[in-house]
């Protein structure tokens, strides 16, 4: 089981401050909800631990293994990471059925065709493993997304944002999938979002993003509710 | 309002684009109509010639695919600027670009044959695919390259993801390059084979019947159209965006080994620039009183082609602005693709035979030009348009004023820089034009482009570097003044 730390993270994006001297452990084997306003980057963070975008400053380390360090040059490439990533519009490879997602981003973990079609079955995309993306319904879209960023066995798993374009139905039995699926992953569990539902449902630990900066909170969303 | 009467509405809509098609497509009927009588097909330089094309076009989409495939997704030195030299290859035929590289003063100019003649060709319309697959990885969506980066090493990223979302582009590259290259007469002129457009240019020029060259321009025309035809959906499927949203790769920084792949199309440009510029440099005092003579040439070296790109532009959107919301309008704009495909000769040729077949009159190259490029344009007009928000149409639909009147005021602005960058395209083919002008102009009439050739067969180099740079300067005005006039006619103020 492995934490991962950040340490003084400063992510500008044209040459304006996203994130300045963001701090954070995130707990291995819990799911952290990420909670802060539209704008206020959380996005930009996942980004910047899975390598997707470079930080000018800080170190990003995942139990003793430095991913990115500004000082001492060291910028892992994504790929080596090991994360499993699930964005805000999923991302699928519009070319590739459901078994081939999979399949390509699980084979390098030693994840054969049966267990790449094992693991659509576990999220509950049984007889679909030869679809494309455009022939899945949204919740399945989903599943998939998040079935893909399981296969490479990843020792962290982020979730941008994922259900947000989702009914309430489907996103119950997503909740439900997150925590059955999460536990398998050695690293934390870091989901981001605005929506006070996911939240309740989804967090066992809770980080407010805000004015750029992490702080540990208990259960911001509920002040927000309470403010309304 | 019933479905009839709908249909009928839409018909009206495109009648005037099918109406200025068939105008355009007359000169190849007649030609072909001359010939019918003779019921002969002569396949024999097809195989020969498709050889060519083909291997010439998998050269090319192998490099401009490469080349596009960085420039697309990583952020290299000087990006814009590799872009605009890389693509500058287009603006003039290969036989330019190979002329000054064999200028240069360490010997490559004694390469000859097919094999050789695909290589060069392959290098200098490499730009062709190259900017189709810079226009499909615009298309890719953002994230969907991202995932591929967190998920995928570098190899198995470009052969999994990359390479079939560019598919398409690619594959569009390979057969529009290879359609270029059947109507190609220079090249193989100069490395001293035979093709089906040498073989037709050589007969007439034998003749001067348009009917004896018909049993080879039929095989041709009907090649250019299969490949055409299964060209069309590839490259409309990169041309014509697919949905809207945040789209295109998001660049990285690039390393050098890959960033150096880039710089191979310009090199071949400053090589070949090069190349003049040193055959120039010895003989600077008996070039001052010739270049003088050609001054007369120049201008309307110039002026024709931009002139007859606006001329273009003009009716193709006045033929397709009605017909833009009109979903039978897509085949028409195939069509007008298939039209510009036809090799230039070909068409001038076709020109010949309606002039003959009506009463002998004379046919100025301008509207041979404007016959073969108003295809091209329209094309130019659909893809500027299917890349505007609809809702941006249906705003101005609202605003009480005539349909004329709205669409100057509010469509045609907002796609000007497209029609600009389309008619400085055609104004481009047109001065890069060989076969057009030998065949249509008068005796003892002149254009830059041909007099290049002419004088590269035995001219002093000295003259044949001034003529050829001459013909860059000659190129620069007039891509600037095709692109120009279209952005200040649409875009002054409407006040």
Known sequence: ?228 | MNSVDGRRRHLARILPFGILLAAAASPIAALLTRGAALGQIDLSSIPGTLAFALSAAAVSATIGSAVGAVIGTVDVMARRLTIVMSVTLMAAPPAFWWIGLTRLPFGIGSLSGPASAALVTGVTLAPVTLLLVLAASREIPATAYEAARLFLKPRRRIVAVLFPLLRPAVLAGFLLTAILLLGESEIPFLFGFRTSMTDIITRFSRTFDVAETVPLVLPLIGTVCALGLAMWKPLFTVLFPQSAGERGVILRPASRPIALITALLPVVVLLSLAGYAWATAGGQQALTRRVATWLPTAAISVTEPVLSAMVSVGLAVLAVYPARRVPAARPLVVAGLLLFCVPAGIVAIGWIALAQHVSGFSVAPGIAYVSRTVGLCALGFAIAYSRLPRTLDDAARLVPMSPLRRAWLFGLPLLAPSLAATAALAAATMLADRDVASLLLPPGGSRLMLNLYLLSANAPTAVVGAAALLVVAAGVVVVALAGGLPLILLTRSRG
């Open chain 1, 1 to 228: 089981m492995v934490d991962l730390t950040l340490i003084d993270l400063q992510v500008q994006r044209d040459g304006r401050s996203i994130l300045d001297g963001c701090n954070a452990q995130f707990t291995a084997g819990r799911r952290t909800v990420l909670w802060g306003r539209s704008g206020a980057g959380k996005s930009t963070l996942l980004a910047a631990i899975a390598g997707l975008m470079t930080p000018q400053r800080g170190k990003i380390i995942l139990g003793s293994s430095v991913m990115f360090s500004a000082v001492d040059r060291i910028d892992m490439p994504p790929h080596r990471r090991r994360i499993g990533y699930v964005f805000q519009d999923l991302a699928l490879w519009p070319h590739l059925t459901a078994l081939d997602q999979v399949h390509l981003v699980g084979r390098e973990a030693g994840l054969n065709v049966r267990e790449a079609s094992a693991l659509l079955e576990s999220v509950g995309l049984t007889n679909l493993a030869l679809r494309r993306p455009a022939q899945l319904s949204g919740g399945e879209q989903q599943r998939l997304a998040i079935a893909r960023a399981l296969a490479a066995k990843p020792a962290i798993l982020l979730l941008d944002e994922p259900f947000s374009s989702v009914d309430r139905e489907t996103r119950q039995s997503l909740y439900e999938l997150i925590r059955r699926l999460s536990p398998e992953v050695k690293g934390p569990t870091i989901y981001v979002t605005h929506n006070s539902e996911d939240a309740q449902n989804l967090a066992e630990d809770s980080f407010l993003l805000s004015g750029g900066s992490l702080s540990r909170a208990s259960r911001p969303w509920q002040e927000r509710t309470a403010e309304n």
